[in-house]
């Protein structure tokens, strides 16, 4: 400790980071990098693999997504009414005269966000033949230090069928630019913020599944192979959402067991978005693809009870944009479809980050939409798409953004869950009476150390059925003493690729202030900066954790994971959080 307090950031990077390798698995994205690297590798966090099966699937667990109701559509009407108002714009169905009493704002053609560069990429279907035995191709000059989030060539087992040879797997966004004729099927291991586990996607392929593309990842954009692993440890940081004792159990057994890492320590992705941004107490707001979630962090600690999952993000909006340009009928008429084509999916996610904002008054924009026929060449339409600022305002109602696309996985498995392991881990561990912060000393897995910790529960995380501006409010509040809740109201934390849309910050404190009870003596809200992208926050923060925290007792090892559970001196992770939180700040300043 005392080497810490003279130790510049610097000198901490160089000795600590160069062998920790930071992992952050997301339902459509994994972001992994050294810790000594400034921004880590963003990769769609997906995998097709060769079929044979007839009739094909495109997507593993597509019979999952429903039809929205009757009922369904009328809300999502309504809700369309509500935030017109608002933005002073036309109502869904009412007509709009050339000349009226809305005022237009034309948006620009390039795009309104300043953060985004504007995006009209056109999509090429990936080769998925192989020419030479040899399919490993990197180009280590452009992804060594470089963040990605496109990926060039994947390595595959080949697939020889007469003149055919087909690569086993693809990863990453080559996954998702395969053509609906080619024999594969697309395997998305998270979804909803849980591990993809279904009556259409067995267990065991999930785990497959996550260590195939974590494997390809370390070995493809990190270029450590397997071999030299046992020189590497690995910071997890995972989402609120995973249930903690069976989904963080499985993605450790991977990274220790499958991976081969010689060590590992598991920190929340709301507790690393502080540190990220040199925080010790903050509202963390994490709005990802698919999942939403809110936790309050105080001195460095992550409050349990403040936890709050919305169900919904930046893909949500991503169909509201297309369902609201087909209701206006300003989309093209081509065959769009984010189930069955994932390369669509791909399009209407650059175009919701090139012209979606928030805005009072009606917001156009001349854009290019390209439609993706199988095997055929992408073809370019050029329209004007409307009512731009709506879809990001669902939001604060959930109502727009119907989720009849990606359901969270059934939880049945969870809930018979030992019953689905292996018959030795069916065992009941007696607990040593000297254990008293939970821990089965000779338990095979290493799964009850985390029974003791407060912010793991044994049961299912509840999702919560309102919008973001309530469930923010409801967070904070839930906390209970008022000098918290003022510094909470004054320190919201917006993160995740959703954090990005331009005049987001704005619309979340008025909604919060208005939604905040009258009878609580608070009068502020204020959404802070972010000094790290909002992108990867929480991977930065693992990073910095895991180089202030790599001699304490939380970190995991390979061998006492894997044959005698494990044993931690302390049930508390943190007995100097002011301090561990000063050294985060001093990096970040630095």
């Known amino acids: 400790m005392d080497y810490l307090k003279t130790a510049i950031p610097s000198q901490l990077i160089s000795e600590r980071g160069s062998n920790l390798v930071v992992i952050n698995p997301g339902s459509a994205n994994i972001r992994v990098g050294l810790a000594q690297q400034d921004a880590p590798f963003i990769v769609p966090h997906c995998i097709a693999r060769y079929t044979s099966q007839v009739p094909k699937r495109n997507v593993q667990d597509q019979m999952l997504n429903s039809q929205v109701t009757t009922a369904q559509h009328m809300e999502r009407e309504k809700a369309y009414d509500i935030i017109a108002s608002l933005l002073k714009i036309p109502f869904l169905d009412e007509e709009v005269p050339n000349s009226g009493s809305f005022q237009r704002k034309m948006g620009r053609v390039d795009g ?15 080769d998925v033949n192989e020419k030479q035995s040899s399919t490993l191709v990197t180009d280590s000059s452009k992804d060594k230090d470089v963040p990605s989030t496109s990926l060039d060539q994947h390595e595959g087992m080949d697939m020889d069928l007469g003149e055919h040879k087909y690569r086993r797997f693809i990863c990453g966004e ?34 497959e599944d996550l260590h195939t ?18 020189m590497y440890s690995a910071i997890l940081v995972v989402p609120e959402t995973f249930d903690n004792r069976a989904e963080i159990k499985e993605v450790l057994s991977i990274v220790l067991r499958d991976l081969q890492f010689s060590s590992a320590v598991v920190h929340q992705e709301g507790l ?20 939403t979630s809110v936790i309050c962090i105080e001195d460095g600690v992550a409050l ?70 199988d095997g055929m060449p992408a073809a370019s339409h050029r329209t004007r798409l409307t009512a731009l600022n709506v879809p990001p305002m669902g939001l604060f109602y959930p109502m727009l953004l119907v989720p009849d696309v990606y359901p969270p996985p059934p939880r049945s498995w969870f809930n018979d869950y030992e019953d689905m392991l292996e018959e030795t881990w069916h065992v009941d561990y007696p607990r ?16 009850p150390m985390w029974d003791s910790y407060p912010i793991f529960q044994t049961k299912p995380k509840k999702e919560e059925k309102v919008g973001l501006a309530e469930a923010i409010t409801s967070s904070i509040l839930s906390t209970g003493r008022i000098d918290l809740k003022r510094k909470l109201f004054c320190t919201i934390q917006l993160i995740g690729g959703v954090a990005l849309t331009e005049g987001l910050i704005p619309a979340v404190e008025d909604r919060v202030l208005h939604a905040i009870p ?18 990867f926050v929480s991977w930065k923060g693992g990073a910095i954790l895991g180089i202030l925290d790599i001699g304490r007792d939380a970190w995991i090892h390979r061998m006492d994971w894997i044959h005698n559970g494990i044993h931690v001196g302390s049930g508390r992770k943190y007995k100097d959080s002011y301090y561990v939180q000063a050294q985060a700040t001093c990096y970040i300043n630095s």
Not at 191 to 204: A, E, T, V
Not at 316 to 325: A, E, F, G, K
Not at 518 to 535: C, F, G, M, Y
């Open 112 to 126: 309104y966000n300043p953060q985004n560069v504007r995006k009209d990429s056109v999509f090429a279907w990936t």
């Open 174 to 207: 080559e996954a998702l630019k395969i053509s609906p004729t080619e024999p594969y099927c697309l395997c998305r291991p998270i979804r909803r913020g849980h591990l993809n586990i279904s009556q259409d996607y067995p267990m065991q392929q999930v785990y």
């Open 213 to 230: 593309i974590w494997d390809w990842i370390l070995v493809e954009k990190l270029h450590i192979p397997q071999s030299e692993r046992n």
């Open 272 to 291: 690393a978005a502080a540190f990220g941004n040199g925080l010790s107490t903050a509202c963390i707001v994490n709005m990802g693809a698919q999942v």
């Open 304 to 373: 349990p009870n403040t936890e709050k999952t919305l169900p919904f993000g930046g893909e949500d909006i991503s169909r509201c944009l297309l369902w609201t340009q087909r209701h206006h009928q300003t989309w093209p008429q081509v065959r769009t479809d984010m189930l069955t084509k994932p390369i669509d999916m791909l399009m209407l996610n650059e175009l919701k980050e090139s012209y979606c904002y928030i805005q009072e008054g009606e917001v156009d924009a001349v854009a290019v939409v390209h439609s993706y026929e």
């Open 432 to 447: 040593r009476p000297d254990m008293a912060d939970g821990l089965y000393p000779g338990f095979n897995i290493g799964l």
């Open 518 to 535: 009258s009878n609580e003596a608070i009068d502020t809200v204020e959404v802070l900066q972010s000094r790290t992208h909002p992108t």
